[in-house]
């Protein structure tokens, strides 16, 4: 399951580089393999031991011991931040008229702006892309969709009252949002719980335990 995210250009640096010890650690695993295989001189041979170092690869990288995608990286530290969070689930799945498009579950925003400090909006240069096994993937909409269901909708009734423009004031005419009302509204955006909070939290542990 795709999923799109947006970081410090800082941690995008530093999860290339982690990226990049891990294929060089790839390329010292084929190194002597394949110079054995070069010293097979039938082709068949070479191509039956072939075969079974690729088999032995693929079983490096199911168990873990070779890492050929940040993803194999992010989706465990998904988990933790899920479990972490107490957002065990089961969840029903995300009601169809729930999915509006741009928008994930947990979104502060009902007309496609971002709110302060998420990232979105930015530069594309910043944003990664992030594939997920469906059922952490699943999962994950899920919880942050269900868990924030509340706090969204004390958040849509608010801008139902008094619109949902970046720039406030932006009531409708004769409603003005005091400040306490504003300190509600801040409240709720910043106790609602994203996709995206969850995968930069993820990415955030990720370079923590191994950085």
């Known amino acids: 399951m795709q999923f799109g995210v947006y970081i410090d250009p800082d941690q995008r640096k530093k999860l290339a580089a982690l990226m990049d010890a891990e294929r060089a650690r790839i390329r010292r695993w084929w ?3 394949k110079q054995r295989l070069a010293e097979i001189e039938k082709p ?5 031991a072939r075969g079974r170092y690729k ?3 693929a079983a490096a990288v199911e168990a873990g011991k070779l890492v050929t995608s940040r993803d194999t990286f992010i989706t465990p530290a998904v988990i933790a931040e899920l479990d972490q969070r107490g957002w065990h689930g089961p ?5 169809v008229a729930a999915r509006g498009p741009g928008r994930r579950w947990g979104s502060t925003d009902i007309q ?3 709110r302060p400090g998420s990232g979105e909006g ?3 240069t910043r944003r990664i892309g992030v594939v997920l096994p469906d059922d952490v993937g699943t999962r994950l909409e899920r919880a942050c969709y269900w868990e924030n269901l509340d706090l969204v909708s004390q958040l849509e009734r608010f801008y139902d009252t008094f619109g949902d423009s970046p720039e406030l004031p932006d009531p409708r005419p004769g409603e003005t949002p005091d400040e306490l009302a504003k300190q509600y509204r801040d409240t709720l955006r910043s106790d609602i719980t994203t996709t995206g909070d969850i995968l930069r939290a993820a990415i955030a542990r990720v ?3 191994r950085g």
Do not use: M, Q, W
Not at 44 to 48: G, L, V
């Open 44 to 48: 068949t041979e070479r191509a039956i």
């Open 122 to 124: 930015r530069s594309s």
């Open 112 to 114: 496609g702006r971002s």
């Open 55 to 57: 088999e032995k690869f």
């Open 207 to 209: 370079l923590a335990e």
């Open 91 to 95: 969840y029903d799945p995300v009601p």
């Open 31 to 33: 190194k002597p393999r």
